[in-house]
């Protein structure tokens, strides 16, 4: 069969993927994993390890490394960071101009990304353009807010954006990588992160004539993020609202795209709780008497401050007089990634509300996906500010609410999958203007008079929409297995132009290197001057030192050489002197020796 | 901003771009290790003079000295007349006192303060933001704040009220401009909130640090490390009897005379102390005139004082 290259931004997409790759693994397919960053803290590379151990046809590994990753790109923008550096890279050796290379399709990826956000599609989100700009170097944001007034002007400047793209070289290493690999299909996901470099992984694709594909991971990825730069020979999206997502958002032809729904929701359509109500209810620590809402809680982006709100919410259903409401018990499921503040949470103030389960639990632990239906499905409502745990409710058939609150404007009106939420747009949560509206459509479900009914379109449309009973995974790998079998496209070798722009961009490239130190102007003057009293002060010291070196020891030398003439010649005259003094005293006694002679003599 | 503070911003950014280089160039292996040393030893004295620029360069939000002797500002004749016309049309009457509050989010934090002002005889009027969904309380007064005359009429109301309850700087501020005696609700630390004017009190939120749950003591907020870490933290409003106590303490503070507990004159000291001593380490401290030794001459609220001891 075929072996498959898929490329992952981190080990966290494989929760989206496990039952796809185990399916492609099972019809004979050879599937290498590759990660290119490596994010172990909700316990992701566990699921690698197990796909792993379960089939000898999936395999994982990482990517390359680069010579500058995005993290790094963003990180030499810090103004805020200390740190020191080394020598650096000369610009015209292998290793520079890589970084420079990169440096320049990061700047140019993120300032597409920040471009998109000004289309007027996205007037409302003001959040996801604040984040989009929030990366890109300050040199830049007020070039593009300018160029992005006019629709002629964001025309012209993507324009001018994808032919620098274009110009850019795929990376060598990513190249050899996917050259030793020899896939017959190599797969993106997300592809979409602001400022991306797996669009690497499609040019070189298309360079080594082999078929591409973005597999779109969740449903907000087309709208909340970046921009699908250079697009793949395929893109495999959830439904036919994406579908169009892809066409008019992302210019992919809708040829190219196919819709295999969510993949990731199949085991929710077969799963069966495990325990009884009333061992579920005691287990969180509510009563089993009474029916529960249960609260999900939503990601960082959308929902920083969510605390607060909950216990609004909490409070404005304790004090309802609409029958049933206050009464009701409350489960608060926080959102894995956004858990912590909950710690600050006064809930435990209300009666009959759990927090469950505690902050802190793995989210990918023994008997934890199997708690998250148990608490879906024993509810009678789920409430939730723009959550995928909305999703998973409607699967399990519970009728699913939200609330507009003016703190979370920026995550609800203010991006485009919220819209396929609200029911007003036929999607599946009923949306309260206010408490009091939301308490009567609560009352509703906790009467039993919303079932849930109305998300099984919802559910068909949007997560299903070959079936209810068609499992997506199955739909997935076979359009998986149908592109590997495809046969494979020609070669694209840069065309003339690009080879010939190439030199010039180089310039571009290193100008973008050197702007995404997010410095002020000034420094480019001041910093080279700098560079070189540093450079002029540390040659100055080694000739010091050498010069010194090269005195101290002639000196020594000539210092040794009159110690020895001295002392030599000090031991000479010593010598001569102690001789001679001999001689005197031999002399004196020989004298003295005569003139006691003499006196004896004439003493006889 | 003022040139002066503008000239030092441009200087903490001079000093910061040389600490860059000068910290880069003293990794590089390729200088000799004695020129390498010296470039650190710079690099430290020029991140000294950054930093001290910095603080240089920050302009604070208001002037605590000028803001205690400030005049209060009235209405015209004409203006006050149009304000009480659209009071009387929200049924606010002239004859009662009236409680401004500027949210009531908390039904259940609130019912015994709203009880205790009932019963001593005071509307309780709400400025409700637009968009809020916040529920309808019985007995509150609520003022949208977004019709053409809703400034006038928050300004009006403002200055009759016995007192302001607020949860933000803005709403302390309106206040002080009234010369309305103020209570601040929540404060996320105790130097930035303190009140000014002596007929002011505040209440600290609970503050949990999010790592380990471990609730900080009134006395941690007083170090600079909190400050430094507070993205590390969560809050949590103050509870219902401690709001109930804060508010009776307004109501025998506008009845009687303000007057201090011990336990409240020690914690001001600790706060003007505490301001002195992290000027030069937290930024808020200069951002709101703490640095001079002068805090306020409003207090924390007793229940709260007596348990920071």
Known sequence: MSRILFVMLHPGFLRYYDSALQALAGAGHDVHVAFETNRTKLGEDAIARRLAAASPRLTFGATPERGESVRDFLARGDREATRSGGPG?????????????????????????????????????????????????????????????TRTGRRVFAAALQAVEAIIPPNRAIEAFVREQRPDLVLVTPLIELGSQQVDYVKCARRLGVRSALCVASWDNLTSKGLIRVVPDHVLVWNEAQKREAVELHGVAPEQV???????????????????????????????????????????????????????????????????????????????????????????????????????????????????????????????INTSAQLEAAIVGRPVFTIRAPEFAHAQEGTLHFQHLAAAQGGLARVASSFDEHALQLAEALHGGASGAAGRDFVQSFLRPHGLDVDATTVFSRAIDGLARLAPPLERLPSWWTLACRPPAFVLARLARALAQDRPLWTFATSPLLSGVIALWGVGFRAQEATGEYVGKTSKRVRRQVWRAWYESTRQIEKTLRRARKKVVARVRGAGAAAKRVARRSVC | MGISHGVHAALASFWRECYRDLRRHSGNERLPYPVRTALRDMADRTHQRCAAAEVRAIAPRLNRLAIRTAATATLSAGETRRAQECAAALGITEAQPIVVVETLSRPDLWAPALAVLRDEGYQVVRLRAPGLTDPRLPAVIDVATDTPDAPLLERHLVARSAFVVCTSS???????????????????????????????????????????????????????????????C????????????????????????????????????????????????????????ASGGFVGDGRLARVQAERAR
């Not at chain 1, 015209?92 to 970084?99: A, V």
């Not at chain 1, 023994?366 to 009678?380: K, L, M, W």
């Not at chain 2, 409003?237 to 106590?245: D, M, V, W």
């Open chain 1, 89 to 149: 890279v000369a610009p015209w050796s292998r290793e520079g101009r890589e970084e420079s290379w990169d440096s320049l399709g990061t700047t140019v990826r993120l300032l597409l990304d920040y471009l998109r956000f000004f289309d007027p599609v996205f007037t409302r989100a003001s959040a996801l353009r604040a984040r989009a700009e929030k990366r890109v170097p300050r040199i830049y944001r007020g070039l593009v807010a300018r160029a992005a007034g």
């Open chain 1, 258 to 384: 196919t819709t295999t729904g969510a993949h990731l929701f199949d085991r929710w359509f077969a799963a069966r709780p495990g325990r009884s109500r009333e061992e579920f209810c005691r287990m969180v620590g509510l009563d089993p008497g009474r029916p529960y809402v249960l609260y999900v809680g939503s990601s960082v982006f959308i929902a920083p401050d969510e605390v607060p709100f909950a216990e609004r919410w909490l409070a404005a259903l304790r004090d309802s007089d609409v029958p049933g409401v206050a009464s009701a018990g409350v489960l608060i499921r926080p959102h894995p990634a956004n858990a912590r503040q909950w710690r600050a949470s006064d809930a435990g103030a209300f009666s009959g509300v759990a927090i469950w389960p505690p902050v802190g639990t793995d989210p990918s632990g023994p008997g934890s996906a199997a708690d998250y239906y148990e608490s879906i499905y024993y509810s009678c409502a789920v409430v939730g």
């Open chain 2, 170 to 232: 803005e709403g302390q501020s309106a206040a002080y401009a009234a010369g309305t005696p103020s209570l601040r609700l929540d404060a996320r630390d105790p130097i930035t909130a303190y009140p000014i004017r002596s007929n002011g009190i505040y209440t600290l939120a609970t503050v949990i640090d999010l790592d380990t749950g471990h609730v900080l003591g009134i006395s941690e907020l007083l170090t600079a490390r909190y400050f430094r870490n507070s993205r590390n």
């Open chain 2, 234 to 289: 969560g809050y949590r409003p103050t509870g219902a009897e401690e709001i109930a106590a804060a508010v009776a303490e307004m109501i025998d503070g506008v009845r009687h005379g303000w007057r201090d507990t011990d336990a409240q004159a020690r914690f001001r000291r600790a706060v003007a102390d505490a301001g002195v001593a992290l000027a030069s380490q937290v930024r808020d401290v200069i951002e709101w005139d």
